[in-house]
């Protein structure tokens, strides 16, 4: 009987054991996919696992997580608010029973700009982390990417600098630095990168002399800067007088535009300038072949001569064939060869803008309620209106977009809406829409930011 209890405690007690050590599920990651990140608002995301023993230990064994962000080692929470780019990383997590799983994660934060410029075949944007993007065709390296191959998605400037702003000109680029620094990048030949050499250059190379910069622009060979003091300078090809410094000498370093003018901004064209300064007053200088200078004559000026019609103007922009002009009372003129004047003439159509931005063959603003509007030539939809018609009078962008800043290009456009989404349209030949593709679009499509 004694020996039948104990067999049978034996049994039972095997049962028990066998029950208590019954191995555990293995452990996994199950999270997949991470919910998109948005810059400068709060991120918070609970990575989760299954199996193990035990606490969870988390931690980033490889690549790093967007700036900002860090990750609870017990809580494996995602947390933080981001101010870096997209990135991937291998995330681990560790039991107490020393079990170990890991998996690779993409977390991607959305770019939101705060300035977009379009160019020839070729647009730019900066974020408003500072880090620069262009895309497009990339011709001597105006993509700044070091690299001369062209691209229909962003790609970041090399160099690491945080830009405010930057200006795509038709065969090289320009920007300025958080600390009001100016660099360039692309085509060298007349010295338009403004480094005391003539060597294109496919990333950024700082902008001689050390002065700080408000603003820049680049246009077809030169290119011009504004100082925070309101100093107007200018660099490169200088054979029509674009530079405004009395002679037609060409400089690979930035000349002072004569004249002891005060400027708010300066627009660097063709073969041509303009700016406004302080007071309002619109001035251009450089080739007039075809009118740019608006001062109802024919004959190139090597200093700022005043705009004609005595208009009070907030800001002015010119290109190849025609500048155009924004008054302080929100009215738009244009003069030059496309417009078919010398001198200002009036946009038709009764409208107030906010801001305006001229392309070689058309131009776009924004009415004050924040509604988009192009007119001019509308061959690869440039209008942005969902037609390929040209037009005389503003007509209004497509989607419904309120949009905070605009740009047209030459035969393209793009635009920030008050979101910071990246629009363009028109042209895309050579990507300069951005979206992924080679497709024209004659309304707005979305930048694909990766």
């Known amino acids: ?137 990339n011709n001597s390296g105006k993509l700044g990417d070091g690299t001369t191959s062209n691209s229909n998605v962003p790609v970041v400037v090399s160099g690491g600098l945080a830009f405010t702003s930057l200006s795509a000109g038709d065969y090289s680029t320009c920007g300025v630095t958080v600390s009001g620094a100016a660099y360039c990048w692309g085509n060298n030949v007349f010295g338009q990168l403004g480094n005391a050499t003539n060597m294109s250059s496919s990333v950024p190379v700082p902008v001689s002399g050390g002065r700080a910069f408000h603003t820049v622009s680049t246009g077809e060979y030169h290119s011009c800067g504004v100082t925070p003091t309101g100093d107007a300078y200018c660099w490169g090809a200088n054979d029509l007088g674009e530079l405004g410094d009395g002679t037609t000498t060409q400089s690979n370093v930035p000349v002072l535009v004569i004249g002891g003018l005060t400027f708010r901004s300066v627009s660097a064209g063709g073969r041509a300038s303009c700016g406004v300064t302080t007071d309002d007053i619109a001035y251009c200088w450089g080739d007039n072949s075809s009118g740019l200078l608006g001062n109802d004559s024919w004959n190139w000026s090597r200093a700022p001569i005043p705009v004609s019609s005595g208009l009070a103007f907030e800001g002015v922009s010119t290109d190849v064939w025609q500048s155009c002009g924004l008054t302080t009372e929100g009215s738009a003129y244009c003069w030059g060869s496309h417009a078919g004047s010398n001198e200002p003439a009036l946009v038709p159509g009764g409208f107030t803008f906010q801001t305006l931005n001229s392309g070689s063959f058309h131009a776009c603003a924004i009415a004050t309620a924040g509604a988009g509007y192009c007119w001019g030539w509308n061959t690869s939809g440039a209008l942005g209106d969902g037609t390929n018609t040209g037009s005389e009078v503003p007509v209004p962008v497509s989607r419904g977009l309120t949009i905070a800043s605009i740009s047209a290009g030459t035969t393209h456009s793009c635009a920030l809406t008050t979101a910071r989404a990246a629009y363009c349209w028109g042209d895309n030949l050579f990507g300069s829409l951005g979206d992924g593709t080679n497709t024209d679009a004659n309304v707005p499509v979305l930048v694909a930011f990766p």
């Open 1 to 137: 009987m004694r020996h039948l209890h104990m067999l049978l405690s034996f049994a039972l007690t095997s049962a028990c054991t066998s029950e208590a050590v019954a191995p555990t599920a293995p452990l996994a990651i199950s999270t997949a996919a991470l919910p998109e990140a948005t810059p400068e608002i709060p991120y918070n995301f609970t990575l989760e696992a299954t199996g193990g023993a035990g606490a969870y230990t988390w931690s980033i064994v490889e690549g790093a997580l967007p700036g900002g962000l860090t990750l609870g080692s017990s809580s494996g929470s995602i947390m933080g608010i981001p101010t870096g780019g997209s990135s991937t990383f291998s995330v681990q997590v560790r039991t107490s029973d020393g079990q170990v799983a890991d998996t690779a994660l993409y977390l991607k934060v959305a770019v939101l700009l705060q300035s977009i410029s379009a160019a020839t075949e070729s647009s730019c944007g900066v974020a408003t982390s500072g880090v620069a993007y262009c895309w497009g065709a």
